[in-house]
């Protein structure tokens, strides 16, 4: 399991800052979709299934970011270029190794969503966000074990 101190303050803070999508929000959205996908950055690869990275993005969702969503906002586009040396649709293995882009990705996956974040504050709407739109309804995630996973993850802090 990573630090989730470290994670937050090197990592999160850092590519949501670049992309210009940092909010307290949003900061605690990817933490807890980095505890409850990947057990905090146990698995970077999904046992028996295609998903990568500490946020467990499947590679249909990540091509189809890159070429329905970010490829079309220039704005956007133009800030992976410059922060995150993407100048092209990197492959997807980058989910992998590269923590600040999978983060970055992660954050653009719920920019897309129209429904604005769950405060910070309030566990319980972060978890129904966060099942509603990233594990979804047909997802294994349940409510116990994924609270279990965020507070075991957030107490990861030295």
């Not at 586009?77 to 995150?84: A, D, G, S, T, W």
């Amino acid at each position: 399991m990573l630090n989730c101190g470290q994670l937050t303050e090197f990592i999160i803070k850092r590519a949501l800052y670049d992309l210009q999508l940092l909010s307290d929000d949003a900061v605690e959205l990817m933490v807890f979709t980095c505890a409850n996908e990947s057990l905090g950055g146990t698995y970077l690869h999904q046992i028996q299934g295609p998903a990568l990275g500490i946020y467990q993005m499947e590679p249909k969702t990540y091509n189809d970011l890159w070429q329905n969503y970010i490829a079309k906002k220039g704005s956007l586009y133009l800030k992976f270029i410059q922060n995150f040396d993407a100048s092209y649709m990197p492959n997807e293995d980058r989910l992998v190794y590269d923590l600040r882009f999978a983060t970055a990705m992660t954050r653009v996956f719920y920019a897309r969503i129209p429904e604005p974040l769950p405060k910070y504050t309030d566990t319980d709407a972060i978890w129904k966000y966060y099942k509603t739109y990233y594990n979804t309804l047909a997802g294994k995630a349940d409510w116990n074990n994924a609270i279990g996973n965020y507070h075991r993850f957030k107490s990861n802090i030295p």
